[in-house]
Structures are given as C-alpha cells and as structure tokens.
C-alpha cells in the first residue's frame, strides 16, 4: 500500500465533501494585464488593520516617505502599518472601517506631495547567495517589519505561520482562487511566476518541507503553464516538488478543503493544519515574501481586481493600501447610481459597504460592482422548509438549520457546541437555500457575539488577576510594615533601662486588664428589663445620697466655721446674714413698687386688673420663699425629747407650707378673672388682701415660737439627741390642728371686715409687706433656730446613714 507522501508523488486527489459551482464570470477581469492607478487626493490608513499593541510613530503635521513605518510595537504578533505614499500626516482620528458594520476606526491620513519618494530602507533586490547567508530569525524578523499578512482573505500575520512548533511534511501553495469574479492570483501568476517562486523558495528554506505542493485550479490553464515554466527555472529541487491542477469546485480554495483534495485528511476541529504537519500559503503572500526579503519593500500595495456590469474598466489593479474606495470607483468609471452595491470581495463570501470613504486594507482582493441583472435583487425571508439542502453543500460537513435555529434563539453557547467556530462562511448554504435566509448572517452575528463573550471573561481575568496582584502587594507592604515596627520595637526595647522596661511592663499589664474586662463585659448576656429597672433605681439612689451628702457638708463647713469663731464674729456674721436678708427683701419690694408705678399711669380698669396680677405675683414668691423656711423648719422635727415646742412649731409649718401652696394655685386663679368685671374683681382683690393678713399673722406667731425654743437649744447643742415618744407626736400634732383652725378663723373674719376698694387694698397691701421686718430683739432668736435647724438636719442624715 502507498504511503501519503508517494500518492502525492503520483498526484492522487481526494473528493472533498460539499461545494457547488456557481457561475465563475472571470473574464470580465482576467483579459487585460494588471495595472497601476493614479494617486488619491488623501489616503486613510487603518491603524489596528492586523497584529496587537501597536504606538502610533507619527503625528499631525510630520513628513513620511513612501514604505516608512507609522506604527511600533514589541509584541510577537505585531505588525506594522506603512505609508503607502509620501507625503505630510494631516489628520489622524476616527474614519470609516472596510467591514460590513462601518464602524469608524483610529486611522492615519497622508496628504501625497505626488513625488512618491521611497524610504532609506528600501533597496535593490539581493541575489540569492545574500539570502543564503541570512538567518531563519533575521527572514522572519523582514518579514514581520514589512507587514507582510495572509493575503488570501483571513490575513493572520505571516512570520508567525511560518515559525511552526513542530517539524513541516507539507508545504502547499494556494492559487486556487475558486471565488467568481476574482482574479488577483491568476493575473498575478501570469505576470510574477518567477517572483512568487523566489518568494516560495523563501518559505521553502525556512520550513524544510518533504514535500512542496502548488494547487491552481484547472480553470487557469495560462497561470499554470506560467507557474510550470517558472518551477523549472528556479532553485527548488526537482524531488518533492510539483504543481498540481485541482478541479473547479466552490469553495476547493478553503484551507481544510484544500488539505483533504490533497491529502485527504481533515483538520480537527478547533485544530490547526500545523498540527498534521502541514502549512498552507496564498500565491500573493509568496510573491510580498519576496519583495520584503529581498528588497525590504513593506505590504503597502497589493493587487484588487475591480470588476462587474456596473465598471466600464474591469479589471486588475495595484492599489496602495489605504486608497479610499470612491477614488477606485473613480478612476475606474462607475456607472451605478447610489442605490446600487458595491461589495467588498466575491459574490459569495463579501459583503456590501456601509460607506465608500472606507479605504482599502490588506485582506481586500476584490471590488465587485454588480448592476441588477447580476445581482439579484433582496428576496424576503421564508420559513425554512427543512429541505436539507444547506447540510448537503456544507463543505465543513456542518448542520446548518441546527446553526440557524440556536442562532435565531440567541443561544450562542449552544451553537457553539455545533461547531460554529468551524464554518468558514463560504455561503454555499445560502447560494442554495430555496427560502432566501440568509444563513451566513446569522452566523456572523452569533459568532460575533461570542467573541465579544470571550474577550469581556478574557478582560474579566485580567481584572482578577490584577486585584489579586494588588491585595498580594497589600499584604507584602502591610507585613514588611509590620517587620520594620518590630525591628524598631526591638531596638527601642535594648536601649531601654530598667526602670522604663517596668514602665511599660505596668503599661501592657494595664491594657491587658483592660481588654480581658472588656471581653468578659462583652460575653455576659444581655440583661433583662427588670435588671435594668434595678439599675436605675440603684443610680437614682446614689446620686440623691451624693446630692444630700454634699448639702450636709456644706452645713456643717458653715456650722463649723461659725463655731470656730469668737462670740463677736459670730455675731458679725449673724448681723451681715440679716443685712443680706433686708437687702433681698427691699429689692422685692423695689420690683412691687415699680409695678404700682407703672399700673398708676394705666386707665383704671387696666390699673386694677394689674394691680391684681402684681399681688398675685408677690404673694406666689412670698408663698415659695415661705415654702423655703418652712423646709428648713421640718428638718428640726427630729430633735430630743426636751425640743417638743419645736417640733410642735415645725409641725406648724408644715402645715402653713400646704396651705400656702393650695392658696398659690387660688391666686394663679384669681389672676386670670383679672379681666372680668369691676366688682368681681374688687371683692377677689379684698380676699386676697384678708388672706394675706391671716398668713402674716400666722407666720409672725411660728416665727415668734420657733425662736423662743431653738434659743434654749443653743445651750445644748452637745447633747446626744433621741427619737420623741408617741405621746409627745400626740400633742405636737393637737398643737398643729389647733394652730391651723385659729389661722381659718381668723382669716375669715378679717375677709368680712376688709373693704371692697381696690385702691386701698393695694395700700394694705403694702402695709402688710413692710410689716413683715424681723424686729431688731428678734434677731439672736432667729439665728438660734437657724443654728438649731443646721443640728438638727444633721442629726438626721447622722440617723439614716446609721440605718443603711
């Protein structure tokens, strides 16, 4: 049995799956010799047309020479982008992209100065033997500076296709340019076979194949006789290396479909025919090989054919790259209208253009202008009719009704699991479709979106990658931070003596309490309500024992100091306390009068009616400062047996206090009728008057009382004190209750004897306050009782501190 290498050898061919034959309409362009083409007013050259991390190297308003590099860039994948012509940089902004969406891209446009000077780096063509003394990586390395792509559509970077990991059997050479209507290759392997075969011999050299294959479809029998003629002449070896005529078939030009005619054997999906050994390269791409190694000449023109019924000039051109496509239109003599197509590539695999501003780029090959009669006009789309016809032609021996459906549906993941990534979008699905989808659409469309997945997971890493990067820095900062403080602690810690190392011994101890205090507080439960009510119970309790505890020493500071000192300081303090007491008084009296002066100029009625609420103010600060010494009196009730008198006196005044209190809330209330009517208010006015006198009366005989007994008291001060018997309660108590019925008594009788003249109630009024001085014999007896009252406050919180 033949091996694989010997069936080569003999030229068998294998039947490929799928394909059709369209009409092919290639002697509309392939009659006349390729020709060159005026220059444009401006050319756009794509910035990002093939490779990765390009810098731009030029800006507005700089000079470039013919083939000079406007883009740089470090990365394997690389290439760069050259000016097509000389001329100046005007511009460099967003213009419409060569795709079907018309997208503006980053471009560079040159004005040319018409001279088209070449670059310094463009040279003469080497000789062979120059070549021969060069290195794979320095061809490589020309190869890559010069731009040089694949040519035949997909424009994948050559320098890399040509360094493969793995060693080569199988070198071919597409020229089978199966597409209609194009006709590049052909014209430029009737008039450049001996460039492209130095340009095969190139890659020849650099791969060392078994075997060298170069397909051309037998409808080209000019360029294979060409080709032939040029095999002969060139340096390759005779062994291993041959032409071979491939039957016309659509589409035999794919790179697997070629493989398995040649070969027959199928690249893997999602694999590679360097991985079977095998390494494939446009006729075009051989013949810029050349050009670049030899003459350092860059990609920056290549041949387009430009043919249809709407051209009068069909034919080949060499376009500069970055010639905008209504200068081709142009120079070629259009002669369609503005709703006519002009499509980018073949009728099979192009695609119409958004704009025709948009300018040519490496992967372009044909400009087809089709009138009505070649082109069909847009059917509508029908429902599929699951003739089966589409699977039938697929030459990637793909479903594509399967394709369609999960296409339509939006489910991209899952017409990936069909091998979407396989279809190489020929159209022969669509060329045979009786219901007009456009099933190569969809296709784009779904595999778009699945690159755009891919790279926003792809981007989405890249993130992660640098978030982890930076917490990882944190970290490594965070704890050399925390190594330097250590050392630093550690230094501080040796030049440290004893007596600070104790310090902070005493320190961290501290905080170490601290926290274990804390934790502990903090692991406890959480209290219930009622142990709260406790709480604040027991808060409220000790701050009113602060409160009183403060007060008593504050008593006993002044009764200390008063002991303290000789009779007759004592005496003069007693003297000053009584002045201050005046003082007080007369300023109280002071604001009286002045609410008088105020009321006389007031009509009468007004005058009256603030008359009243000036009493009824006097008598409620009168009633508080009353309020005051009667406290002070209650705190005496507490004395020994001996002092009955003053508990009885103390019993009193307590008494009075509530009854000055009820008679404060009656006089808030007179206060308010001071508006209604002249004899109400004559009569209220004329109670409040007697009231007055009652309390007056009442407080000068507990005044009178009340020092008569704590002068007897200051004589036994020292003595211990007792709690008074029931019966001494008793008595205090009758004495009490029949104080208070003579204060009613008398306070009723002085109600009905008093007038009803506002006027002289207010007098009386006055003559009450100004009897309330303290008589000048009264006064040792006043300080008696205060010194008593002092004592006995003390006592008292003496008892209750001894009972807690």
């Known amino acids: 049995?033949?091996?694989?290498?010997?069936?080569?050898?003999?030229?068998?061919?294998?039947?490929?799956?799928?394909?059709?034959?369209?009409?092919?309409?290639?002697?509309?362009?392939?009659?006349?010799?390729?020709?060159?083409?005026?220059?444009?007013?401006?050319?756009?050259?794509?910035?990002?047309?093939?490779?990765?991390?390009?810098?731009?190297?030029?800006?507005?308003?700089?000079?470039?020479?013919?083939?000079?590099?406007?883009?740089?860039?470090?990365?394997?994948?690389?290439?760069?982008?050259?000016?097509?012509?000389?001329?100046?940089?005007?511009?460099?902004?967003?213009?419409?992209?060569?795709?079907?969406?018309?997208?503006?891209?980053?471009?560079?446009?040159?004005?040319?100065?018409?001279?088209?000077?070449?670059?310094?780096?463009?040279?003469?063509?080497?000789?062979?033997?120059?070549?021969?003394?060069?290195?794979?990586?320095?061809?490589?390395?020309?190869?890559?500076?010069?731009?040089?792509?694949?040519?035949?559509?997909?424009?994948?970077?050559?320098?890399?296709?040509?360094?493969?990991?793995?060693?080569?059997?199988?070198?071919?050479?597409?020229?089978?340019?199966?597409?209609?209507?194009?006709?590049?290759?052909?014209?430029?392997?009737?008039?450049?076979?001996?460039?492209?075969?130095?340009?095969?011999?190139?890659?020849?050299?650099?791969?060392?194949?078994?075997?060298?294959?170069?397909?051309?479809?037998?409808?080209?029998?000019?360029?294979?006789?060409?080709?032939?003629?040029?095999?002969?002449?060139?340096?390759?070896?005779?062994?291993?290396?041959?032409?071979?005529?491939?039957?016309?078939?659509?589409?035999?030009?794919?790179?697997?479909?070629?493989?398995?005619?040649?070969?027959?054997?199928?690249?893997?999906?999602?694999?590679?025919?360097?991985?079977?050994?095998?390494?494939?390269?446009?006729?075009?791409?051989?013949?810029?090989?050349?050009?670049?190694?030899?003459?350092?000449?860059?990609?920056?023109?290549?041949?387009?054919?430009?043919?249809?019924?709407?051209?009068?000039?069909?034919?080949?051109?060499?376009?500069?790259?970055?010639?905008?496509?209504?200068?081709?239109?142009?120079?070629?003599?259009?002669k369609g209208d503005e709703t006519d197509k002009v499509i980018i590539g073949g009728p099979m695999m192009g695609y119409a253009?958004?704009?025709?501003?948009?300018?040519?780029?490496?992967?372009?090959?044909?400009?087809?202008?089709?009138?009505?009669?070649?082109?069909?006009?847009?059917?509508?789309?029908?429902?599929?009719?699951?003739?089966?016809?589409?699977?039938?032609?697929?030459?990637?021996?793909?479903?594509?009704?399967?394709?369609?459906?999960?296409?339509?549906?939006?489910?991209?993941?899952?017409?990936?699991?069909?091998?979407?990534?396989?279809?190489?979008?020929?159209?022969?699905?669509t060329y045979v479709c009786p219901s007009n989808i456009p099933l190569v659409e969809y296709y784009r469309i779904a595999k778009s979106a699945l690159k755009t997945e891919a790279e926003e997971k792809k981007q989405a890493e890249l993130a992660k990658q640098r978030f982890e990067l930076r917490t990882q820095r944190l970290e490594d900062e965070r704890l050399a931070r925390e190594a330097k403080q250590k050392e630093a602690a550690e230094r501080r810690k040796a030049k440290m003596s004893g007596a600070d190392k104790d310090t902070v011994a005493m320190a961290m101890a501290r905080i170490k309490a601290k926290k274990e205090a804390a934790l502990s507080t903090g692991s406890q439960d959480k209290p219930s309500p009622a142990d709260n009510k406790r709480k604040d119970v027991s808060a409220a309790i000790a701050r009113a024992k602060a409160k009183k505890a403060d007060q008593q020493l504050s008593a006993d500071e002044i009764e200390t100091q008063t002991a303290e000192l000789p009779v007759d300081d004592r005496k003069a303090k007693v003297a000053a306390a009584i002045a201050r007491a005046k003082a007080k008084k007369a300023g109280q009296q002071l604001s009286a009068d002045e609410i008088e002066t105020q009321t006389a100029e007031q009509p009468v009625d007004d005058r009256k009616a603030k008359v009243a609420a000036a009493i009824a103010r006097a008598k409620a600060k009168k009633a508080s400062q009353q309020l005051s010494a009667d406290e002070i009196e209650t705190q005496t009730a507490e004395l020994p047996v001996d002092d009955r008198k003053a508990k009885i006196a103390a019993a009193i005044a307590r008494a009075k206090a509530k009854k000055a209190s009820q008679q404060l809330s009656a006089d808030e209330d007179e206060t308010q009728t001071a508006e209604q009517p002249v004899d109400d208010r004559k009569a209220k006015i004329a109670a409040a008057i007697a009231r007055a006198k009652a309390k007056k009366e009442a407080q000068q005989a507990s005044e009178s009382e009340a020092a008569d007994d704590s002068a007897s008291q200051v004589n036994i001060a020292g003595a211990q004190q007792e709690a008074p018997s029931p019966a001494d309660e008793k008595k205090a108590r009758i004495a009490a209750a029949v104080a208070k019925a003579k204060a009613k008594k008398t306070k009723r009788q002085d109600a009905d004897a008093e007038p009803a003249d506002g006027s002289q109630s207010a007098a009386n009024m006055n003559d009450a306050q100004q009897e309330t001085s303290v008589p000048a014999d009264d006064k040792k007896a006043r300080i008696a009782a205060a010194v008593a009252k002092a004592k006995a406050k003390k006592a008292k919180l003496k008892i209750e501190s001894e009972k807690e």
């Open 1 to 334: 049995m033949l091996t694989l290498l010997e069936q080569i050898d003999k030229g068998t061919l294998w039947r490929s799956t799928g394909g059709i034959h369209p009409p092919e309409r290639k002697t509309l362009s392939n009659r006349t010799s390729i020709s060159p083409l005026a220059l444009a007013d401006e050319y756009i050259v794509p910035l990002d047309q093939v490779g990765e991390s390009s810098v731009l190297n030029v800006s507005v308003g700089d000079y470039v020479a013919k083939g000079e590099p406007l883009t740089r860039g470090a990365h394997f994948g690389h290439l760069p982008v050259h000016a097509p012509t000389s001329g100046h940089v005007t511009k460099i902004e967003q213009r419409p992209s060569n795709h079907a969406s018309g997208l503006p891209v980053l471009s560079c446009v040159i004005s040319p100065d018409g001279l088209d000077t070449l670059s310094s780096d463009i040279h003469s063509p080497l000789c062979w033997s120059d070549i021969e003394s060069l290195s794979n990586q320095e061809i490589l390395k020309k190869i890559q500076e010069a731009g040089i792509a694949g040519l035949g559509g997909a424009a994948f970077p050559t320098h890399i296709k040509l360094n493969p990991a793995s060693e080569i059997e199988l070198l071919i050479i597409n020229a089978i340019e199966c597409e209609p209507y194009i006709t590049s290759d052909d014209m430029l392997m009737r008039e450049k076979s001996d460039e492209i075969l130095v340009g095969i011999a190139i890659i020849y050299r650099l791969l060392q194949p078994k075997r060298l294959i170069i397909a051309i479809e037998d409808n080209k029998p000019e360029a294979i006789e060409q080709m032939q003629h040029a095999l002969n002449r060139s340096s390759l070896p005779e062994d291993g290396v041959r032409i071979t005529k491939v039957p016309t078939l659509y589409p035999s030009g794919g790179e697997k479909q070629l493989i398995q005619i040649l070969t027959g054997q199928e690249v893997p999906s999602g694999a590679i025919p360097a991985q079977l050994g095998i390494v494939v390269q446009n006729v075009a791409t051989s013949f810029a090989i050349k050009e670049a190694v030899l003459r350092s000449y860059p990609l920056i023109e290549r041949v387009v054919t430009v043919t249809g019924n709407n051209t009068t000039q069909p034919g080949n051109y060499w376009v500069p790259i970055g010639t905008p496509i209504s200068h081709l239109l142009t120079e070629t003599g259009f």
């Open 353 to 429: 253009l958004y704009d025709d501003n948009a300018p040519i780029i490496k992967g372009s090959n044909c400009l087809l202008l089709p009138d009505n009669q070649e082109l069909a006009p847009d059917q509508k789309e029908l429902p599929c009719v699951r003739c089966g016809e589409c699977a039938q032609v697929c030459p990637a021996q793909l479903l594509p009704q399967q394709l369609l459906w999960h296409a339509k549906a939006k489910e991209y993941d899952k017409a990936a699991n069909f091998n979407l990534a396989d279809c190489i979008e020929c159209g022969c699905c």
